[in-house]
C-alpha cells in the first residue's frame, strides 16, 4: 500500500516563497520517480515537475523553470518542491505523484497524494 501526504501549502503574496513536502510510504521508496502536478478551478490538471528516482534527472514544465525546485531525500522517503517567486497564477491544488517509471511520472502515475491548496495573492 502506498501513501503520499503532502504538506506546506497555504497563502502567500506574490513574489513569495513556500516549500511542499511529500511524505511517502514506500518500502522501496528509492525505486520510484516523484512528481508534483498542478490542477486550478476550471483547468486540467498539469504535470509541474518531477524528478527520477536518484534524483539525477529533474523535468520542470516551462512556466515554473527558474522558480521552482524539485528535490528529494530517499533516507527520509520524502520529495520537496521549493517555490520562489511565486505568481497569482500558481494557485492551484499541489498534487505528489509517484511510478516506477520517470516517465510515466509526468503523465499517468500510479500513486497520487490527495493534494495541497496553494493560494498566491497580487
Known amino acids: 500500500q502506498v501513501h503520499l501526504v503532502e504538506s506546506g501549502g497555504g497563502l502567500v503574496q506574490a513574489g513569495g516563497s513556500l516549500r511542499l513536502s511529500c511524505a511517502a510510504s514506500i518500502r522501496t521508496f528509492r525505486t520510484y520517480a516523484m512528481g508534483w502536478f498542478r490542477q486550478a478551478p476550471g483547468k486540467e490538471r498539469e504535470s509541474v515537475a518531477a524528478i527520477s528516482s536518484t534524483g539525477g534527472n529533474t523535468y520542470y514544465t516551462y512556466s515554473v523553470k527558474d522558480r521552482f525546485t524539485i528535490s528529494r531525500d530517499n533516507a527520509k522517503n520524502t520529495v520537496y518542491l521549493e517555490m520562489n517567486k511565486l505568481k497569482p497564477e500558481d494557485t492551484a491544488v499541489y498534487y505528489c505523484?509517484?511510478?516506477?517509471?520517470?516517465?510515466?511520472?509526468?503523465?499517468?502515475?500510479?500513486?497520487w497524494g490527495q493534494g495541497t491548496q496553494v493560494t498566491v495573492s497580487s
Open positions: 505523484a509517484a511510478d516506477q517509471n520517470y516517465i510515466a511520472v509526468r503523465s499517468t502515475p500510479d500513486y
